[in-house]
């Protein structure tokens, strides 16, 4: 089974720091899809990236970049000098490969709290 | 562009009432949607998935019952309301066309049963 791990429940920083948001995941499967989403507190859930398993390559978009390793079964993200905006629940999520609807596994989520 | 409506935002119902909560996609056509529940303090779980009109798949046995009446509308139903039916209520669609697919979400439906 498809599972789903952030042991960070919560972090609190202060702004400008860096953070990284560590997920762990497991799966049998060899081809599937992982994600980050952002929930501010409106509730609504935002999608930041999806990265697909054969693309191990680091992502960078802004002040954002993601830390894919295989070999870990990780897919962390950090926030480099965060800001008040940043704070909000962060969720990754997992998913398989295949046709029709693909069901997204979450992690329990981490809480981020940035303080001016 | 493509949007997605949730409805009513918040809903404060009695224990054993109906509930019907509805989501619709703009902007796009033979999307896959899903509904996914918050917990308070926890994270998402997804309860039904559907790939078309009146085709419904559910994850969990629960209390809840889900429909798609139209291409871009799906709906959230119970007979007969629980306590444990309080939480966040995410309604997400995603293209449709196979492959890997990412969701979107609504901005969801607050519930709580008293």
């Known amino acids: 089974a498809q599972k789903v791990t952030q042991a960070q429940t919560e972090i609190s920083v202060v702004e400008k720091e860096d953070v990284t948001l560590d997920c762990v995941y497991e799966?049998?499967?060899?081809?599937?899809?992982l994600f980050w989403y952002k929930q501010p507190p409106s509730g609504e859930l935002v999608f930041l990236i999806r990265?697909?398993?054969?693309?191990?390559q680091n992502e960078i978009s802004g002040r954002y970049s993601w830390n894919f390793q295989k070999s870990t079964s990780s897919f962390n993200f950090t926030i480099t000098a965060s800001q008040v905006v940043d704070s909000a629940v962060y969720f990754c999520?997992?998913?398989?490969?295949?046709?029709?609807?693909?069901?997204?596994?979450f992690g329990q989520g981490t809480r981020l709290t940035i303080n001016p | 562009s493509q949007t997605i409506h949730q409805w009513p935002a918040t809903l404060v119902q009695p224990v054993g009432s109906p509930l019907s909560l509805e989501c619709t996609v703009e902007?796009?056509?033979?999307?896959?949607l899903y509904w996914y529940r918050q917990a308070a303090g926890r994270g998402l779980q997804l309860l039904f998935y559907?790939?078309?009109?009146?085709?419904i798949s559910s994850e969990v046995p629960q209390n809840l019952s889900a429909s798609r009446p139209q291409d871009r509308q799906f709906i959230l139903s119970s007979k007969k309301l629980l306590l444990s039916d309080s939480g966040f209520y995410l309604c997400?669609?995603?293209f449709g066309r196979g492959g890997v697919e990412t969701q979107y979400f609504g901005p969801g439906t607050r519930l709580l049963v008293l």
């Open positions: 997400a669609w995603s």
């Open positions: 799966t049998r499967d060899t081809t599937y899809y």
């Open positions: 990265r697909n398993s054969f693309d191990e």
């Open positions: 999520a997992l998913s398989e490969a295949g046709r029709g609807a693909q069901k997204l596994v």
């Open positions: 902007g796009t056509s033979n999307p896959n």
């Open positions: 559907s790939v078309g009109i009146g085709q």
